[in-house]
């Protein structure tokens, strides 16, 4: 049996936080902050449960680890998150200074960093952020497309 990689570990968390976004009926994607292998921030879709359109889980938990480490930049810090950020969290990704971003699935209608836009990757802005993508990537993938699919099923 293989191993499990810190990142994929990392993301298996990221996956349990979609579920509760899922729970209250949004968007099934969740965000991890890991820096030196704890976590220190993290969050999951809220946008329609709490009236604010970048209640995104990437904020949240951009916004989570801010406060426990008392700081609005966050150097040295991996980012997990099951979909690939938007542009809004992209900005608010270099912003914060996050080091490495790692995604599950790819976001072919918004994704900033390389589906739709190289946002997180482009050497024109002040901060670049290392990307990997695609850990997970199934689990993350089937979890959306499940919450989409119940979505159309008419009651």
């Known amino acids: 049996m293989e191993l499990e990689s810190p990142d ?7 996956l349990e ?3 509760l976004a899922a729970r209250h009926g949004e968007v099934p994607v969740g965000a991890v902050i890991v820096k ?9 879709n809220r946008p329609i449960e709490g009236h604010d359109p970048s209640a995104h889980a990437e904020i949240e938990a951009l916004r989570s680890a801010g406060k426990r480490l008392s700081n609005y930049r966050l150097p040295d810090t991996t ?3 099951t979909l690939e950020p938007c542009a809004m969290c992209a900005g608010a ?3 914060a ?3 490495r971003v790692v995604f599950g699935a790819s976001d072919p209608k918004g994704g900033a960093a390389g589906s739709v836009f ?3 990757g482009t050497e024109k802005l002040n901060h670049q952020v290392e990307i ?3 850990v997970l990537e199934q689990e993350c993938g089937d979890m959306l497309r499940e919450f989409f699919r119940m979505k159309r099923v008419k009651p």
Do not use: P, T
């Not at 994929?8 to 968390?13: V, Y």
């Not at 704890?38 to 999951?44: A, K, L, N």
């Open 8 to 14: 994929q570990f990392w993301m298996r968390r990221a």
């Open 17 to 19: 936080l979609s579920m």
């Open 118 to 120: 190289q946002i997180l």
């Open 97 to 99: 200074r996050v080091k």
């Open 79 to 81: 980012l997990y998150v």
């Open 93 to 95: 990704i270099i912003h």
């Open 36 to 44: 030196d292998g704890d976590e220190v921030g993290s969050g999951w």
């Open 132 to 134: 990997v993508s695609g």
